[in-house]
């Protein structure tokens, strides 16, 4: 059980475009879902939480026009890159916390994005 | 502030050593959750364990152990007899009030045969 996918597993797009990543929990349903960005060889940044239905909650130096995330339901969040720029490449995470569990969080396999 | 400290950048062992990871945190919360997650080369974050601030007893799990003190704000983590598989990324991680996770900087093992 706890089972968290990310869709897709790796993606190249040019620079200016924009990227969609899905973060879906399988098995149960995440009130929380958590954005992570890691550069290679360095640690997990948290970029962003989001709770269903609600406006996600940014950290400092994330801008959030640049990263949107959406959390629609209780097993989907979405985060999208928006005109990605090679400075954008990176290892993408997201993880998810069940509502009665919430100091517990399922993570994805990751989104590794490379912006040409 | 939170704050997670692995000072050990990068350890290389012969199989079958011991070997310790250092991970000291910084916290004001009286309550709060340490983590240790393994990131192999595929990228996927392994949980390993998690302790929370009540709870000062060491752990053993088959070859890894993990020695928990509050007085020094350290939550160590050790491998006995290191196999090959061990070689990856360990992150310590601190969660806080607000139910989110610090990541220590991580220490990367490499277990030589």
């Known amino acids: 059980g706890a089972v968290v996918s990310q869709h897709p597993s790796w993606v190249i797009c040019k620079s200016g475009t924009s990227v969609k990543i899905e973060c879906r929990s399988l098995d149960f349903q995440a009130t929380t879902m958590f954005w992570y960005r890691q550069f290679p060889k360095q640690s997990l940044m948290l970029m962003a939480t989001?709770?269903?239905?609600?406006?996600?909650?940014?950290e400092q130096g994330v801008e959030k026009d640049k990263f949107l995330i959406n959390h629609a339901s209780l097993t989907l969040s979405t985060l999208t890159v928006t005109s990605a720029h090679p400075e954008d490449s990176s290892f993408y995470i997201c993880?998810?916390?069940?509502?009665?569990?919430?100091?517990?969080?399922?993570f994805g396999p990751g989104t590794r994005l490379t912006v040409l | 502030a939170q704050k997670v400290t692995q000072a050990q950048t990068e350890i290389s062992v012969v199989e079958k050593e011991d070997v310790t990871l250092d991970c000291v945190y910084e916290t004001r919360d009286t309550t709060y959750y340490l983590f240790w997650y393994k990131q192999p080369p595929s990228g996927e974050l392994v949980f390993l364990i998690r302790?929370?601030?009540?709870?000062?007893q060491n752990e053993i799990s088959g070859r890894y152990s993990w020695n928990f003190q509050k007085s020094t704000s350290s939550f160590n983590f050790t491998i006995t007899a290191s196999q090959v598989v061990d070689s990856a990324v360990y992150f310590c991680?601190?969660?806080?009030?607000?139910?989110?996770?610090?990541f220590g900087s991580g220490t990367r093992l490499l277990v030589r045969p």
């Open positions: 991680a601190l969660m806080d009030s607000s139910y989110k996770l610090i």
């Open positions: 989001s709770n269903e239905g609600s406006k996600a909650t940014y």
């Open positions: 302790r929370n601030s009540f709870d000062e």
């Open positions: 993880s998810a916390s069940l509502g009665t569990s919430v100091n517990e969080q399922f």
